[in-house]
């Protein structure tokens, strides 16, 4: 993929005459190629573009007219924005207050209030648009806050909840039950733990098994092992791709430091093979299979959908096509393939990913769902890649411990989540279940379609994102219609909705009413104005100039 940062594709043709002389800068310019176009395909230079970014934010006048907005739409908005601020002062007055006490003390908290919407609109949100982040109980697919409000939950708890919050309850007691007489003693083990490593390499068809708490700590597990094994340096991950926070994973925004022992790369593309086919120094390639919905692009959180191009689609022969082709190159020159499963892994299949795409992989990941809703990261993997010491140099060995790794707690609500699993009866659960979701985004998509409103939805099987059909500079507005609806999604908004598989046609009927409801509101209100011209270019190219006067005028 040719780059088209006029910086880069100016370095990168220079070196390319070069080139055949000069076979490390040949191999340097292939991996500038390999890179994908965008800034998440360029850590160092996101990093750097995040630092001149300057903060601004609109005033009253312009807040609802940035856009160019007659003064009656502006009016519109207004009236609508401040309608839904009544509405939410009336709804979690118990919510809000509890919410902006914690977040002056929750750093967490702090950070996602902060980051629901894109930051030139975010101060005018955090005080009047704040809910609740307090929840009192859940049944079902709804959770009730602690005002009493009872909502959908399209939350899916960052991707735990796949088989519905009282399934893990029953995990949950079950595991406390079991667990109770050793109670929380470390060290060695309870013995379900000899059950779950069973399951767990019959599920991977992988050989050995390693507990971690987090999926953070599995993907830092799994890669310090590929590099101690074939004694390279290098991971390869796929641009927007996301592992968990640890640094050699997120190379870019987000970590002040440079990852220096990180190549991200573009996927889906032939130039990332033929770097993996001529480089020396990669120990493993990272795949996260959730990025077959929107491939080199990051996380899409409402907090970066500044106009309406987010993309979307999921193209499940294309990518499973391309897994195939890294399944080949990474047998060719010995590179350790890993699947980061942490996410899609037990959502897509009973096998995971690897089942799903019919690829397999030398090590896997897991975590999120797989404890039954209590945390945990395992790394799942072929035995001469999981083993940490040689036979013939006793010293050099490859270090992983962790204080709550086999917590007996988590090990028997692991239990209780595989042996269900297990069972014929459940797995019918996965029956149709693309065909499932398929329908109802298809079905979503006409409801929107006939009543003209600009939303339109991509999914991976039950993990949904939402897109925005004309150019808008308002499209974050949604969450917050879409929240007074009864229908809760988490910080990221709308980005990501997940839905758990306990969804019921009509469960799915009443989220989908809502949903339309939520828009055809937003658009009465003025929301979704445009004069006809605008295009998201425009919208982008505004905005840059907006950051430019704000720098130079410092
Ligand atoms: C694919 C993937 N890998 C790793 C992680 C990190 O897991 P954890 O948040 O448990 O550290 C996540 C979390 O969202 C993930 O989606």
């Given at each position: 993929m040719e780059t088209t940062l006029p910086i880069l594709s100016m370095s990168v043709a220079a070196a390319a005459s070069a080139a055949a002389v000069f076979p490390k800068i040949k191999a340097r310019v292939e991996l500038s190629r390999a890179k994908h176009r965008s800034l998440a395909g360029h850590s160092k230079m996101s990093r750097r573009v995040a630092k001149l970014l300057p903060f601004y934010e609109f005033g009253e006048n312009d807040y609802f007219a940035c856009d160019g907005a007659p003064a009656n739409i502006a009016t519109q908005r207004?009236?609508?924005?401040?309608?839904?601020?009544?509405?939410?002062?009336?709804?979690?007055?118990?919510?809000?207050?509890?919410?902006?006490?914690?977040?002056?003390?929750?750093?967490?908290?702090?950070?996602?209030?902060?980051?629901?919407?894109?930051?030139?609109?975010?101060?005018?949100?955090?005080?009047?648009?704040?809910?609740?982040?307090?929840?009192?109980?859940?049944?079902?697919?709804?959770?009730?806050?602690?005002?009493?409000?009872?909502?959908?939950?399209?939350?899916?708890?960052?991707?735990?909840?796949?088989?519905?919050?009282?399934?893990?309850?029953?995990?949950?007691?079950?595991?406390?039950?079991?667990?109770?007489?050793?109670?929380?003693v470390l060290g060695p083990y309870h013995p379900v733990i000899l059950d779950n490593v069973q399951r767990l390499c019959r599920i991977s068809g992988l050989d050995e098994v390693s507990f971690h708490m987090s999926g953070t700590e599995a993907v830092m597990q799994a890669v310090r092992l590929a590099r101690y094994h074939t004694g390279r340096t290098h991971l390869v991950r796929f641009a927007g791709a996301y592992h968990g926070w640890w640094g050699d994973v997120q190379p870019g925004v987000g970590n002040p430091i440079p990852a220096h022992e990180t190549y991200t790369l573009a996927e889906m593309s032939e130039k990332t093979l033929r770097v993996l086919r001529t480089r020396k120094d990669i120990a493993c390639v990272l795949v996260n299979p959730l990025q077959g919905l929107h491939p080199n692009a990051n996380a899409p959180g409402d907090s970066a959908l500044?106009?309406?191009?987010?993309?979307?689609?999921?193209?499940?022969?294309?990518?499973?096509?391309?897994?195939?082709?890294?399944?080949?190159?990474?047998?060719?020159?010995?590179?350790?393939?890993?699947?980061?499963?942490?996410?899609?892994?037990?959502?897509?299949?009973?096998?995971?990913?690897?089942?799903?795409?019919?690829?397999?992989?030398?090590?896997?990941?897991?975590?999120?769902?797989?404890?039954?809703?209590?945390?945990?990261?395992?790394?799942?993997?072929?035995?001469?890649?999981?083993?940490?010491?040689?036979?013939?140099?006793?010293?050099?060995?490859?270090?992983?411990?962790?204080?709550?790794?086999?917590?007996?707690?988590?090990?028997?609500?692991?239990?209780?989540?595989?042996?269900?699993?297990?069972?014929?009866?459940?797995?019918?659960?996965?029956?149709?279940?693309?065909?499932?979701?398929?329908?109802?985004?298809?079905?979503?998509?006409?409801?929107?379609?006939?009543?003209?409103?600009?939303?339109?939805?991509?999914?991976?099987?039950?993990?949904?994102?939402?897109?925005?059909?004309?150019?808008?500079?308002?499209?974050?507005?949604?969450?917050?219609?879409?929240?007074?609806?009864?229908?809760?999604?988490?910080?990221?908004?709308?980005?990501?909705?997940?839905?758990?598989?306990?969804y019921t046609d009509a469960d799915f009927a009443e989220v989908a009413e809502r949903f339309v409801r939520a828009a055809a509101k937003m658009k009465a209100d003025g929301f979704w104005w445009h004069d006809g011209a605008l295009t998201n270019k425009q919208i982008k190219r505004q905005i840059l100039k907006e950051m430019l006067s704000r720098r130079l005028a410092r």
């Open positions: 207004k009236d609508g924005f401040f309608r839904l601020a009544a509405l939410y002062a009336e709804r979690y007055p118990k919510g809000r207050a509890t919410t902006k006490e914690a977040a002056d003390k929750i750093s967490d908290l702090n950070f996602t209030e902060s980051y629901r919407v894109p930051f030139q609109f975010s101060r005018l949100v955090r005080e009047h648009l704040g809910t609740s982040t307090f929840v009192a109980s859940s049944s079902g697919v709804t959770v009730t806050d602690v005002d009493g409000n009872t909502s959908y939950d399209l939350t899916g708890s960052y991707g735990v909840n796949i088989f519905g919050n009282d399934f893990y309850k029953e995990c949950i007691e079950g595991a406390e039950r079991r667990a109770h007489a050793l109670g929380p500044v106009d309406s191009s987010r993309g979307g689609n999921f193209d499940r022969a294309a990518y499973t096509e391309w897994l195939k082709k890294l399944r080949e190159v990474c047998d060719q020159r010995g590179i350790v393939l890993i699947f980061d499963e942490v996410f899609v892994g037990f959502r897509l299949a009973a096998g995971g990913a690897q089942e799903y795409f019919g690829v397999k992989a030398d090590m896997v990941t897991y975590g999120k769902s797989l404890a039954g809703g209590l945390p945990v990261g395992v790394v799942c993997g072929r035995r001469e890649l999981m083993r940490r010491f040689r036979d013939d140099r006793p010293a050099d060995i490859c270090f992983a411990r962790g204080t709550f790794n086999s917590h007996p707690y988590v090990m028997t609500a692991m239990d209780e989540f595989l042996s269900r699993l297990a069972s014929p009866n459940f797995l019918a659960i996965y029956d149709g279940l693309e065909e499932t979701w398929n329908g109802r985004a298809q079905k979503l998509n006409r409801m929107m379609e006939d009543a003209d409103l600009p939303v339109r939805f991509a999914n991976f099987s039950s993990i949904w994102t939402v897109k925005y059909t004309t150019p808008s500079r308002y499209n974050w507005m949604l969450q917050y219609y879409l929240r007074a609806e009864g229908l809760a999604l988490s910080w990221v908004g709308t980005g990501r909705l997940i839905f758990s598989l306990n």
